[in-house]
């Protein structure tokens, strides 16, 4: 997949059209996540679509995240949160500003409020998530 960089370059060239199939593309080419992670537990609150966020430890004690959505778009959003933080170490999660990253992607103006309105609460449990496995 392609870094955070280089689709912001991509991204900028595109008009609105282009843009949301840029990003249905993203969710595409998300890693599966198996069916049965997709619980009650595993799903993000105060998304307007349904957002499930598996964390895994690999043994260097990165996190992987597993995540999914039954929209296509916000799969695509969720595609772009994880290039940010996927297979990073707890602490540079924690050190990284998700939402400056996100900003010149400027989803708020491109979609509609409801489509935005989890992305908070996504970053808010991948923040926990380090924390929790930080040190």
């Known amino acids: 997949m392609a870094s955070l960089s280089d689709l912001q370059d991509e991204y900028e060239f595109l008009d609105a059209d282009d843009r949301y199939r840029l990003l ?8 599966p996540m198996p069916e049965a992670l997709k619980t009650d537990a595993t799903l993000v609150r105060g998304c307007s679509a349904a957002v499930w966020v598996y964390p895994t430890v690999r043994d260097d004690g990165a996190l992987h995240f597993l995540a999914d959505s ?12 994880l290039l940010t933080v996927q297979d990073r170490q707890p602490a540079e999660i924690l050190a990284t500003d ?3 990253a996100l900003a010149p992607f ?7 409020s409801n489509r935005t309105q989890g992305i908070p609460n996504m970053i808010a449990l991948i923040k926990a998530t380090a924390e929790r496995y930080s040190g």
Not at 24 to 31: C, K, Q, T, V
Not at 70 to 81: E, H, M, P, W
Not at 106 to 112: E, I, K, Y
């Open 98 to 100: 998700i939402d400056a």
């Open 70 to 81: 039954n929209a296509a778009i916000t799969k695509g959003i969720i595609a772009l949160v």
């Open 106 to 112: 400027d989803l708020r103006n491109q979609l509609s």
């Open 24 to 31: 249905i593309d993203l969710g595409r080419a998300l890693e």
